[in-house]
Nanobody, 124 residues
Framework: QVQLVESGGGLVQPGGSLRLSCTASGRTFSNYAMGWFRQAPGKEREFAAAISGGGFSTYYATSVKSRFTISRDNAKNTNYLQMNSLQPEDTAVYYC?????????????????WGQGTQVTVSS
């Protein structure tokens, strides 16, 4: 069992930045690839970014590439999503997930464990 807790969400103006954190407890953190998804009201959960267990491979949705950066610190059992140049369309609840593999990192079904989510609102 892996427990995930996200933090770092909030209200930010367009063009601003936020850093989300996802801290894990339970099984060995480095055994799991990590992903960030987001879900806006009335929409399906969509992939944003993913990172391999060792942190050597990263993947991004086209909509966030060059603005978001995913990273992890296995010594702290934490992964991060640095979000820059935020826009109103980035408004959503952001979830982190843990997956045993990244066979299909864009599919939520790949992820075994999920956090409770953190709200990100981009508005002036």
């Amino acid at each position: 069992q892996v427990q995930l807790v996200e933090s770092g969400g909030g209200l930010v103006q367009p063009g601003g930045s936020l850093r989300l954190s996802c801290t894990a407890s339970g099984r060995t953190f480095s055994n799991y690839a990590m992903g960030w998804f987001r879900q806006a009201p009335g929409k399906e959960r969509e992939f944003a970014a993913a990172i391999s267990g060792g942190g050597f491979s990263t993947y991004y949705a086209t909509s966030v590439k060059s603005r978001f950066t995913i990273s992890r610190d296995n010594a702290k059992n934490t992964n991060y999503l640095q979000m820059n140049s935020l826009q109103p369309e980035d408004t959503a609840v952001y979830y982190c997930g843990a997956a045993p593999t990244l066979r299909d990192y864009t599919d939520p079904l790949t992820y075994t464990y999920w956090g409770q989510g953190t709200q990100v609102t981009v508005s002036s």
